[in-house]
């Protein structure tokens, strides 16, 4: 039984490129949650998903970010025009059900911004 | 608004040197206390789901209790490979339990 499965694990980026981090959920899964990490930071909310839905996108920044859950395929995360402040820890979730009960974290994508 | 406190920040223990670890919250209607454990450049590993004040959970050397306003991380003997950063999280209060809420963190290193 696969757990929370994203790629790449690293990825470099100069400013201005595009990146695209994917997650797919454990099986079974249709829950996927997306959260940062900067260094020496705490891990920060950005976006909750269903298949083919965003349901909470409160924590995502206005512009350049934007997230899917297609129907069949990966999550995306999409970041436009990188600048060297995205460099972070992107961690994607996956739950059964809402997240008030347990969710399983992938091993996340370190992007770096040169 | 929802908040997670974690204290200390970081601990440093010899090998079977039993402590705690605190998370305190500040959420209106409290659905669930989550507990994990993360490790150098990984993902944070599920550890425990607390639901109601009273309520304990055991895992090896851990044991997680919950009041109304705080939990506990209580780690019994602890050994060098429970050297990690253990993460406390509330999902947030507004009704979508989508997202949580983490504190910062304690950094526990448990020295040989």
């Known amino acids: 039984n696969a757990g929370v499965m994203q790629n790449p694990r690293h990825l470099v980026r100069r400013r201005g490129q595009e990146a695209r981090l994917r997650c797919s959920p454990m099986k079974g899964h249709s829950h996927v949650y997306w959260y940062r990490q900067l260094p020496e930071e705490g891990l920060k909310f950005m976006v909750y998903l269903q298949k083919e839905n965003i349901i909470d996108e409160s924590g995502m920044p206005k512009e350049r970010f934007s997230a899917e859950f297609p129907k069949e395929g990966p999550s995306i995360l999409r970041i436009q025009q990188v600048v060297r402040g995205d460099s972070a820890a992107y961690f994607c979730?996956?739950?059964?059900?809402?997240?008030?009960?347990?969710?399983?974290f992938g091993q996340g994508t370190r992007l770096t911004v040169v | 608004e929802d908040q997670v406190t974690q204290s200390p920040e970081a601990l440093r223990l010899q090998e079977g040197e039993s402590s705690s670890l605190n998370c305190s919250y500040t959420?209106?209607?409290?659905?669930?206390l989550f507990w994990y454990r993360q490790d150098p450049g990984k993902g944070p590993e599920f550890l425990f789901t607390l639901y109601s004040a009273g309520e304990e959970k055991e895992k090896e050397r851990l044991k997680a209790t919950l009041t109304k306003k705080e939990s506990f991380l209580h780690i019994t003997a602890p050994k060098p490979e429970d050297s990690a950063t253990y993460l406390c999280a509330v999902p947030n209060g507004s009704g979508n339990t989508g997202k949580l809420i983490f504190g910062q963190g304690t950094t526990l290193q448990v020295k040989p």
């Open positions: 959420v209106s209607g409290l659905r669930g």
């Open positions: 979730a996956s739950s059964l059900q809402q997240m008030n009960t347990e969710a399983f």
